[in-house]
């Protein structure tokens, strides 16, 4: 008897710079290792070129990159992606690896459709607080699934963490953490534990975290604070709290106000100097009670007040000793007392954010396949 043919899901890539390369090389191995369900990748864009046959062949993952830079194809419109793949005939998992708000914005067609969705974008869960409700009252009209691990501290454990908590019944009281690997990376270099020892002025700390690939192209994307603020908005909503927006509780930027208007991001790093007097009196101002200064973001659940901005901490607390440019994320709850779970390590990066969407396909492949 001849066997069973393997049971197939389709897979669709929207997004191939940094992340979507590793997921490439992820799914890759995947697909080769794990034959049952067969993956099918059938459709793959960036912004401007795309691959897919109207009858949903196959394209084969190896060489794929290739393949795309030299295709003639254009991204399909969104609504028609929609249409596309909501005809192959099997099931389908849409792998969002860009930042676009447009490609957010689509969720509820795609998972109204049956089309399950898995990102690292942090916009869909961070935007509006409607497009958040619509995007989990598609998913659950039609059944289909919807994972997003990377979007809060890349592929850390925070997002599964924090839903095994509230699901198993435990009361999250606060979270608090550091959750961006930027300015991790500058706060342990300019005010080190070790004090007097090391530390540069800000506007130098600023200039190499740049010169070193840290920052975003304007350092001023990653001083502003709202991409923590963002993260901030997804955990606290899984939390229970319906916080309307990433501006709708304060965020302390790190821009001075006379530099947020400069025109590039060269102008502000050469400005920025003028400014290093403000920080060195806010490390001072710690150092003198033993302390040091952090970018952090806080939830408090009970007062449903969140924060993101600059606090001081003991030497030793977690927060003080965290290294380079990691990332964490400490839980309190009523199970774990006053010695708070804890997640930490790299919070950005091609592979481990990857990873947090290869595991997050798995999970809806377990579900749906
Ligand atoms: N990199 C990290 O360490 C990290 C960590 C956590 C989360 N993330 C998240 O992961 C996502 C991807 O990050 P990345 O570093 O890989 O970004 P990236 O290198 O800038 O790549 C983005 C990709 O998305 C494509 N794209 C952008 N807008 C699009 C649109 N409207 N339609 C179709 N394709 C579009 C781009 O195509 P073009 O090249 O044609 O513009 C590019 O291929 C982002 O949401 C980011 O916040 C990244």
Redesign the pocket.
């Known amino acids: 008897m001849a066997a069973a043919s393997a049971r197939q899901v389709n897979i669709a890539i929207?997004?191939?710079?940094?992340?979507?390369k590793c997921f490439l090389s992820q799914l890759e191995q995947l697909a080769a290792r794990r034959p049952d369900p067969k993956l099918v990748l059938t459709y793959i864009?960036?912004?401007?070129?795309a691959l897919y046959s109207s009858d949903h062949v196959a394209i084969p993952i190896a060489g794929v990159t290739s393949a795309l830079a030299a295709s003639e194809q254009q991204?399909l419109p969104l609504p028609k992606l929609v249409d596309f793949l909501g005809t192959s005939g099997s099931k389908t998992v849409l792998v969002d690896?860009?930042?676009?708000q447009?490609?957010a914005d689509a969720y509820p067609l795609f998972l109204d459709r049956g089309i399950s969705v898995v990102?690292?974008?942090?916009?869909a869960f961070s935007g509006s607080y409607k497009l958040w409700q619509d995007i989990f009252a598609a998913a659950a009209r039609s059944g289909a699934k919807v994972y997003h691990e990377?979007?809060v501290g890349?592929g850390l454990p925070v997002i599964s963490t924090l839903k095994d908590l509230v699901e198993t019944g435990d009361e999250v009281t606060k979270i608090e953490g550091v959750f961006s690997?930027t300015l991790s990376f500058l706060f342990n270099s300019f005010a080190p534990v070790s004090g007097g020892a090391g530390g540069n002025q800000w506007s130098a700390e600023v200039r190499r975290a740049k010169e070193l690939g840290y920052t975003e192209p304007d350092p001023r994307d990653d001083l502003n604070g709202l991409d923590v603020a963002r993260k901030l908005t997804i955990l606290a909503r899984l939390a229970g709290l319906p916080v309307e927006s990433p501006t709708s509780f304060p965020v302390q930027s790190l821009i001075p106000k006379e530099l947020e208007s400069v025109g590039s991001g060269e102008e502000f790093l050469d400005k920025l100097p003028a400014f290093d007097g403000q920080m060195e009196d806010i490390k001072a101002e710690a150092e003198k009670e033993g302390k040091v200064v952090r970018f952090v973001g806080s939830i408090d659940v009970a007062t449903q007040q969140v924060k993101v901005g600059l606090e001081k901490f003991d030497k030793s607390h977690p927060i003080a000793a965290l290294k380079g440019s990691d990332n964490i994320i400490s839980f309190y709850t009523k199970r774990y007392g006053s010695n708070p779970l804890i997640v930490q390590g790299a919070?950005?990066?091609?592979e481990?954010?990857a990873m947090g969407v290869t595991s997050d396909l798995l999970k809806v492949l377990s579900q749906i396949a």
Do not use: E, F, L, Q
Request: charged share 15%.
């Open positions: 929207i997004g191939v710079g940094g992340v979507g864009s960036t912004s401007k070129k991204p690896n860009t930042s676009s447009d490609v990102t690292p974008n942090k916009k990377s979007s890349a690997g919070g950005a990066g091609g481990v954010t």
